[in-house]
């Protein structure tokens, strides 16, 4: 089992819609959580960072961390073609090291 | 600020050979942590240094080395490359540790074996 999961997509959502990111961890003690946005030929950039249970808000993305079931997951409101990228989950454990998952694929279509 | 900076962007080597890759962190970040990213293992942590001392180790063979220097610069060395080796190297750079902080990416080195 891998420590963080995520659907490989793609997720294509069309332009103005919700999109929903989702990632389960495998580590009970992790702790930190991020979401990271990678573009083609590019390296990951820092969208969200949760550490606690509950919601997360900034500006259209919204970062949920749930613990005792192992989730944590991204909203994108009004997903904009250039929203379109491989969104990266990723955890740290207790071993204090940032494990990632594999990404997933978003597609925002007009 | 200035972001991460790493260098070679660009690479090409032959098996055998043994490469080395740099990393300036943000200037004040004190940790530095290096991934491997291939299109079917993702990012693969390789290893984290902080105040010179590698503070986290990756599943990966003793081929793979790093080293930080006192004005927290940072190099990768792979030794004896194979092909399976080629891959984009991100270096990325935080306050303070690499598990719990905000990690920033450099723009990474495109690594191929031929």
């Known amino acids: 089992q891998k420590e963080v999961e995520q659907n490989s997509g793609p997720l294509s959502v069309p332009e103005g819609a919700i999109a929903s990111l989702n990632c389960t961890y495998s580590d009970r003690g992790s702790q930190s959580f991020f979401w990271y946005r990678q573009y083609s030929g590019k390296s990951p950039e820092l969208i969200m960072s949760?550490?606690?249970?509950g919601d997360k808000e900034d500006g259209r993305f919204t970062a949920q961390l749930n613990k005792a079931s192992q989730y944590v997951s991204l909203l994108i409101r009004d997903s904009q073609p250039s929203d379109s990228a491989t969104y990266l989950c990723a955890g740290t454990g207790t071993a204090s090291k940032l494990t990632f998952g594999t990404g997933t694929r978003l597609q925002v279509t007009l | 600020k200035a972001g991460v900076t790493q260098t070679p962007r660009y690479l090409i080597k032959t098996r055998g050979q043994q490469v080395t890759l740099s990393c300036s962190p943000i200037s004040g970040h004190r940790s530095v942590s290096w991934y491997q990213q291939t299109p079917g293992q993702g990012l693969q942590f390789l290893f984290e240094y902080f105040s010179e001392t590698q503070r986290n180790k990756g599943n990966f063979p003793g081929r793979f080395s790093g080293r930080q220097f006192s004005n927290s610069r940072s190099e990768m060395n792979v030794s004896t490359l194979e092909l399976g080796d080629s891959a984009l190297y991100l270096c990325a750079s935080s306050p303070w540790t690499g598990g719990t902080d905000t990690q920033y990416f450099g723009p990474g080195t495109r690594l191929t074996v031929l």
């Open positions: 949760i550490y606690s249970n």
